[in-house]
């Protein structure tokens, strides 16, 4: 069964303060994981996306990585900031799906002053 | 960047009466939108997929007959939920998929639109 599955549920850390966020998942055939940010009754907006041959991506203090064999992805939050309070979906595509979209759960980030 | 909006952005309505959420992709065009439902603390749930021009594919255990999708042209689908129950209040977000050459990077980029707060009353 294609699943995705982040940890923490949850994360509180200081402003100013790094943080990692981990993504599982078992989805094939692999086409592309993103990550996205999702502001409070708002919707999703793409970070990063990777396709199978891509390691790492950045993008401002934003960077992910991918393992495609292990299957595993994490991003990367560097020098938080207050306005880094989401929550922070992983969503993985599956060859052949037509543009459906496995999510993630998500990790709710709060960054605290 | 590829610009999605939804109106409205919340709704409230009486149980019993039927809303129309509208979405559209504003500077590219798309053959393909998705609508998805999200309940509080809960990850975004596909209802279905909207193709220009023809039917709707919906979910498993989604009523086609309560939320119908109306795809009428390559910038706007609509979804109306018709008679609406409290159980219906959710945060409805479409999404579009661009696929024209330049943008099509991987193939089924979507771009999601920023919400719409149903509340029923």
């Known amino acids: 069964k294609n699943q995705v599955e982040q940890s923490p549920q949850s994360l509180i850390i200081l402003e100013g303060k790094n943080c990692t966020l981990q993504c599982n998942y078992t989805v094939s055939p692999f086409s592309n994981l993103r990550w996205y940010k999702q502001d409070t009754g708002r919707g999703p907006v793409s970070l990063t996306i990777?396709?199978?041959?891509?390691n790492t991506k950045s993008n401002g203090r934003y960077t992910a990585t991918l393992d495609a064999d292990t299957k595993q992805s994490s991003l990367h939050i560097t020098a938080s900031q207050l306005s880094d309070s989401a929550s922070y979906i992983c969503?993985?595509?599956?060859?052949?799906?037509?543009?459906?979209?496995?999510f993630g759960k998500g990790t709710k980030l709060s960054v605290k002053p | 960047g590829a610009v999605v909006s939804q109106h409205p952005s919340r709704v409230i309505c009486k149980s019993g009466t039927s809303v129309k959420i509208e979405c559209r992709s504003l500077d590219f065009q798309a053959t393909t939108m998705f609508w998805y439902r999200q309940f509080p603390k809960q990850s975004l749930m596909l209802m279905a997929t909207?193709?220009?021009?023809?039917?709707?594919?919906?979910e498993q255990g989604v009523e086609k007959d309560k939320f119908l999708i109306n795809h009428a042209s390559l910038t706007l689908s609509t979804l109306t939920v018709t008679s609406a129950h409290p159980e219906d209040s959710s945060f409805y977000i479409c999404?579009?998929?661009?696929?024209?050459?330049?943008?099509?990077?991987?193939?089924?980029?979507?771009?999601f639109g920023p919400g719409t707060r149903l509340t029923v009353l």
């Open positions: 969503v993985v595509s599956a060859l052949g799906s037509q543009g459906n979209l496995i």
């Open positions: 909207s193709n220009e021009g023809s039917k709707a594919t919906y």
């Open positions: 990777m396709t199978f041959s891509e």
């Open positions: 999404s579009a998929r661009d696929v024209a050459s330049g943008r099509a990077l991987h193939g089924d980029t979507q771009y």
